[in-house]
């Protein structure tokens, strides 16, 4: 039995704690949505007004030496290389995760001729799947992608790529890296993990786990802001013969040569292409550097409490199904499904509760440890069963329902 | 024969002279670098800081819908489509120039099939042709990227799409939109401008001047900020079979469905692939709306105006020999070629006259005539007399030389 004193008491002797106050939390919300879009760090508006008024401003385009602007991409990069447990020198920031995917994916294609297969899982997320599917395509080479609910039985050997979300974006499910990585390499296949859901959510080990190649959003668990620039990360072993497909002047080795052949900087670098958007980049480091400093332990414990106590609440409340994993193969966050999951969670919403819906009927909540406390997912619950013995929802399910059929 | 105090008398009576309050420049400096990077606008910040602190900070997730980010890239991409006179509906911020080119050459050859040359021109910014030279190896479909001095003469029927940087970023000649468009479609090809130094710098009519595709950069004369998304723009005809090589998640029709297929949104709306970074974007729209408060007639003239005084006072100063029309194909930048052209620049820099370097001995001054005064050309020149004169660049040019031999 759970009780509300119960969850007040593991706030009080939470180490993360004190890290709630390095974010700004709007008054009378629960936020259960930092999977979709990150919490504001409460340093972030002064280093992005810093960034706009003193290097922008200011230094004009001397920043890009002056402030370091040249090498933020690396270097932020970098810092979030230590979160995903990557090797140095193979992850760096770069445009969105779905253009990551495009230069990644055809990379890994380039590296395995002769196999056309790039396979990857039903319910993976949608983007994954266009991206792959616009490549494929765009190829035209005989080339495909195939979805199948279990991908290491569908491995074999014309697999060039084993593409995978390593946490489902809605069930909060998270895939064995080093057993899959393994699988994948025992057919010949490379492994590429798209980590928008895990990173900072989860703890990572990319080169311990033998990962080739990774993409992730800087939005999500790394609070980041809206839009921030995604990741991608490359194995050191892969980084010799990296074919990218886009090949953009910041990629180049010597960019400020303006030579009118493309000569890849080394590594991950060339994955660049095109100039980063600084003030966003400069947001997203912000959070990573929040990141950072917690320890991943503490927040794994965390999290994997906070959703153990909501699946036990949920439990007594009738009609949703839950469909995320009990156990420790569980991400940080939780989902059921309702049939009239986007009525209640409106009603959610309106009530402060903010989590997110996923048609056809799922609710959404992200456990963010870095700023949630054991005590909101009681009240985040006791809310929920407030509307659901109110029924004030209702109305709102009934015209949904005329909506959608 | 120019003097300041013509060029004061210009100052007083200039239409655009209230415009510089509207940007923030840093006392001391003469800044002739905003083709690389435009300068702040006054409102830059506080917007910004708004988005940061209001949005992001207080409404979270909700933003998406209550501060119309989701509409952010669309509306800001309409707005800079009547900057450079493209239809209605035609134009988009996403990614960076380079990935924009990228889905746009795409999508040019794939409309085009048969044709196996994308036609440039010699001396094209380098990006351009990085990205066409990746496509065309990406695809191994025996396509061919052919620079040549003099592209409307090597037009001929294998060319798929002539990509012209508009305003050429070391010369500031600019091209004839019109008549080169006509010459391509004269041949079937499809015609994709480069408008990064043409936007917010000259007048600009796509849809008159018959202009298929085109891409353009934010952070240049539009002042949206170092690294702003940049936009693309496609002609109404092309809209409707637009196949885009890379597919993403936001281009979808609907987005929200995360359907496993993916099925384009209507017409250059398909081009937005992934999440927008909303602080950048937020950054770009103050400086696109600015540009469009100002007449684009009297920008014209005085940016023409600027140029020529730079140009004359640059006639008195031997061994500098200058690169850029004298006539009305002038753009809104002058460039210089000089042996020492390094150190000369560092020198004038070290003044606090901003222009840039381009290897191997270009100096490039670039005009933006919404915040820029008369006499600060006529400063410029003086500050590069003096420099001249006291020989203090020649150890600085001594060293460069030994570097660079």
Redesign the interface.
């Known amino acids: 039995m759970i009780d509300r004193a119960t969850l007040a008491a593991r706030d009080a002797a939470d180490p993360l704690a004190p890290f709630r106050d390095r974010f700004?939390l709007?008054e009378g919300?629960i936020?259960l949505?930092g999977n979709?879009?990150g919490?504001?760090p409460r340093a972030?508006?002064e280093r992005?007004?810093q960034?706009?008024?003193q290097?922008?401003?200011?230094?004009?385009?001397?920043?890009?030496n002056a402030h370091g602007?040249i090498d933020l991409a690396q270097r932020v990069g970098e810092k979030i290389g230590r979160l995903i447990g990557a090797a140095p020198g193979s992850t760096i920031v770069a445009?969105?995760?779905?253009?990551n995917l495009?230069k990644l994916l055809?990379a890994a294609l380039a590296a395995r001729p002769g196999r056309h297969t790039i396979l990857t899982e039903?319910g993976n997320?949608?983007?994954d799947?266009?991206?792959a599917?616009?490549?494929t395509r765009?190829?035209?080479?005989g080339h495909q992608v195939r979805?199948v609910d279990d991908p290491v039985v569908a491995l074999d050997d014309d697999v060039a790529v084993l593409m995978l979300t390593h946490v489902n974006y809605r069930t909060g499910a998270m895939h064995d890296m080093a057993s899959i990585s393994r699988a994948a390499h025992a057919v010949g296949a490379l492994v590429l993990w798209d980590l928008s859901h895990s990173v900072g959510a989860v703890p990572l080990a990319l080169a311990a786990d033998g990962a080739d190649l990774a993409v992730g959003c800087g939005?999500k668990f790394l609070n980041g802001?809206?839009?921030?620039?995604?990741f991608l990360s490359v194995s050191p072993a892969l980084q010799a013969d990296l074919r990218?497909?886009?090949?953009?002047?910041?990629?180049?080795a010597a960019?400020?040569?303006?030579?009118?052949?493309?000569r890849p900087a080394g590594g991950v670098a060339a994955a660049v292409?095109?100039?980063?958007?600084?003030?966003?980049?400069a947001?997203l480091e912000v959070g990573v550097d929040l990141m950072l400093e917690a320890p991943m332990p503490a927040l794994r414990e965390k999290s994997l409490r906070l959703g153990e106590s909501f699946l036990a609440l949920m439990d007594a409340l009738p009609g949703f199904v839950p469909i995320t994993p009990r156990d420790t193969t569980r991400a940080s966050q939780v989902a059921f499904r309702h049939p009239d999951g986007y009525a209640i969670m409106q009603a959610l919403?309106a009530r402060g509760v903010?989590g997110?819906f996923?048609?056809p009927d799922i609710l959404r909540f992200g456990l963010a440890p870095l700023y949630l406390r054991h005590v909101e997912v009681w009240d985040a619950v006791a809310a929920l069963r407030d509307i659901m013995r109110s029924g004030a929802w209702q109305d709102a399910a009934f015209q949904h329902r005329q909506a959608v059929t």
Not at 138 to 141: D, E, F, P, T
Not at 244 to 252: A, D, E, K, M, V
Not at 256 to 262: E, G, K, S, Y
């Open positions: 700004t709007p919300v936020y949505d979709s879009l919490a504001l972030t508006p992005v007004a960034v706009v008024t290097e922008w401003g200011t230094s004009l385009i001397r920043a890009w602007w445009d969105s995760t779905s253009i495009f055809g039903t997320f949608p983007t799947l266009y991206v599917d616009g490549l765009l190829l035209g080479r979805a939005y802001g809206p839009g921030a620039p995604a990218l497909p886009i090949t953009g002047w910041l990629g180049h960019p400020f040569d303006f030579a009118p052949d493309f292409v095109g100039t980063p958007p600084v003030l966003s980049l947001a919403i903010i997110d996923r048609a």
